[in-house]
């Protein structure tokens, strides 16, 4: 599947989970260039642009067992996080229309990078920076009540033969802004947003890119555990982020599967991740 995804745009947005940005020690970042609350989304960043070989981010980042570290270790943390695989439609070279086609886990793998000028910076350091559900899951339609709503994203750190929670068990439908206004706004995003403080130009990187036919968005981390707050990357380590129905399993039960490295199954979709 990933050789499939090296066409498409990879996108994040920030700030989707009210809390997480302050633990991510971003939220002085964007209150200095905040319109409006702070505590709704504040850019869509770039993680991933085809054919821009010109920069890091034209690097395809993109791994479902593997993370890379740095040449020079430094501070990274899991950002467990919904991703959703979009179909893009264009008229005269902006985006009209994003339609949700496939879902599933993303681990936006950050460094913690205090004086990274823009949020693409602290993202995309290379091969296997992010993780990406090899099984992703058919989306019949994006709209509260429907099947997608009963989905929660869970994550866990193994490190030796210690398994920790890292982020809350989240469901999808806490993100602040989902559904309809979540399309919305990413659509005013990727054709208006402009390039400032932490923020980008995304619609000069989405022509860059040659109008890709797909967009990878991932929807925003959710909060931490006061363990993943203060716990970082080494080698050796197993991150696992897990997008799971909560009609089927519950959260003890989905920590029970991470205990036995088996978030293999029905009615789930996970990246397990060897940090090296």
């Known amino acids: ?36 609350d702070i505590n709704v989304p504040q850019a869509v960043f770039p993680i991933y642009v085809p054919n821009k070989t010109d920069t890091f ?5 993109l791994s479902h067992d593997e993370t890379r570290l740095p040449a020079e270790i ?26 949700p086609v496939k879902f599933g886990a993303f681990n936006d793998c950050s460094i913690r990078r205090p004086n990274a000028n823009k949020i693409s910076e602290k ?40 398994l920790h929670t890292y982020g809350e068990d989240s469901p999808v439908s806490e993100y602040t802004y989902f559904y309809d206004t979540l399309l919305d706004w990413v659509m005013d995003r990727l054709n208006n947003q402009e390039d400032v ?19 990878l ?27 799971y129905d909560s009609a089927l399993y519950t959260p003890e039960q989905i920590r029970t599967f991470a205990e036995a490295d088996n978030l293999k199954q029905a009615g789930m979709s996970s990246t397990i991740q060897l940090v090296k």
Not at 1 to 28: C, I, R
Not at 57 to 61: D, K, N, V
Not at 197 to 215: D, H, M, T, V
């Open 74 to 99: 430094q501070n990274l943390q899991i950002e467990p996080e919904m991703a959703m695989l979009c179909d893009v439609t264009y008229d005269n070279g902006q985006v009209v229309g994003l339609t």
């Open 123 to 162: 993202k995309n350091w290379g091969d296997a920076s992010k993780g990406l559900a090899n099984q992703l899951i058919d989306i019949e339609r994006f709209a509260r009540g429907e099947a997608i709503d009963r989905f929660h994203i869970a994550s866990f750190h193994k490190r030796g033969d210690e």
């Open 1 to 36: 599947m990933m050789n499939e995804l090296k066409n498409v745009m990879v996108v994040g947005v920030a700030g989707n989970f009210a809390g997480h940005l302050k633990q991510a020690g971003e939220e002085a970042d964007f209150a200095q260039h905040a319109q409006g």
């Open 57 to 61: 981010i034209g690097h395809f980042p």
């Open 217 to 243: 968005m991932a929807v925003g981390a959710t909060r931490y555990t006061p363990y993943g707050e203060t716990h970082f990357l080494e080698r050796g380590d197993t991150s696992m982020v897990v997008v």
């Open 197 to 215: 403080g932490p923020k980008e130009n995304i619609s000069a990187l989405i022509k860059q890119a040659g109008y890709p036919a797909q967009i």
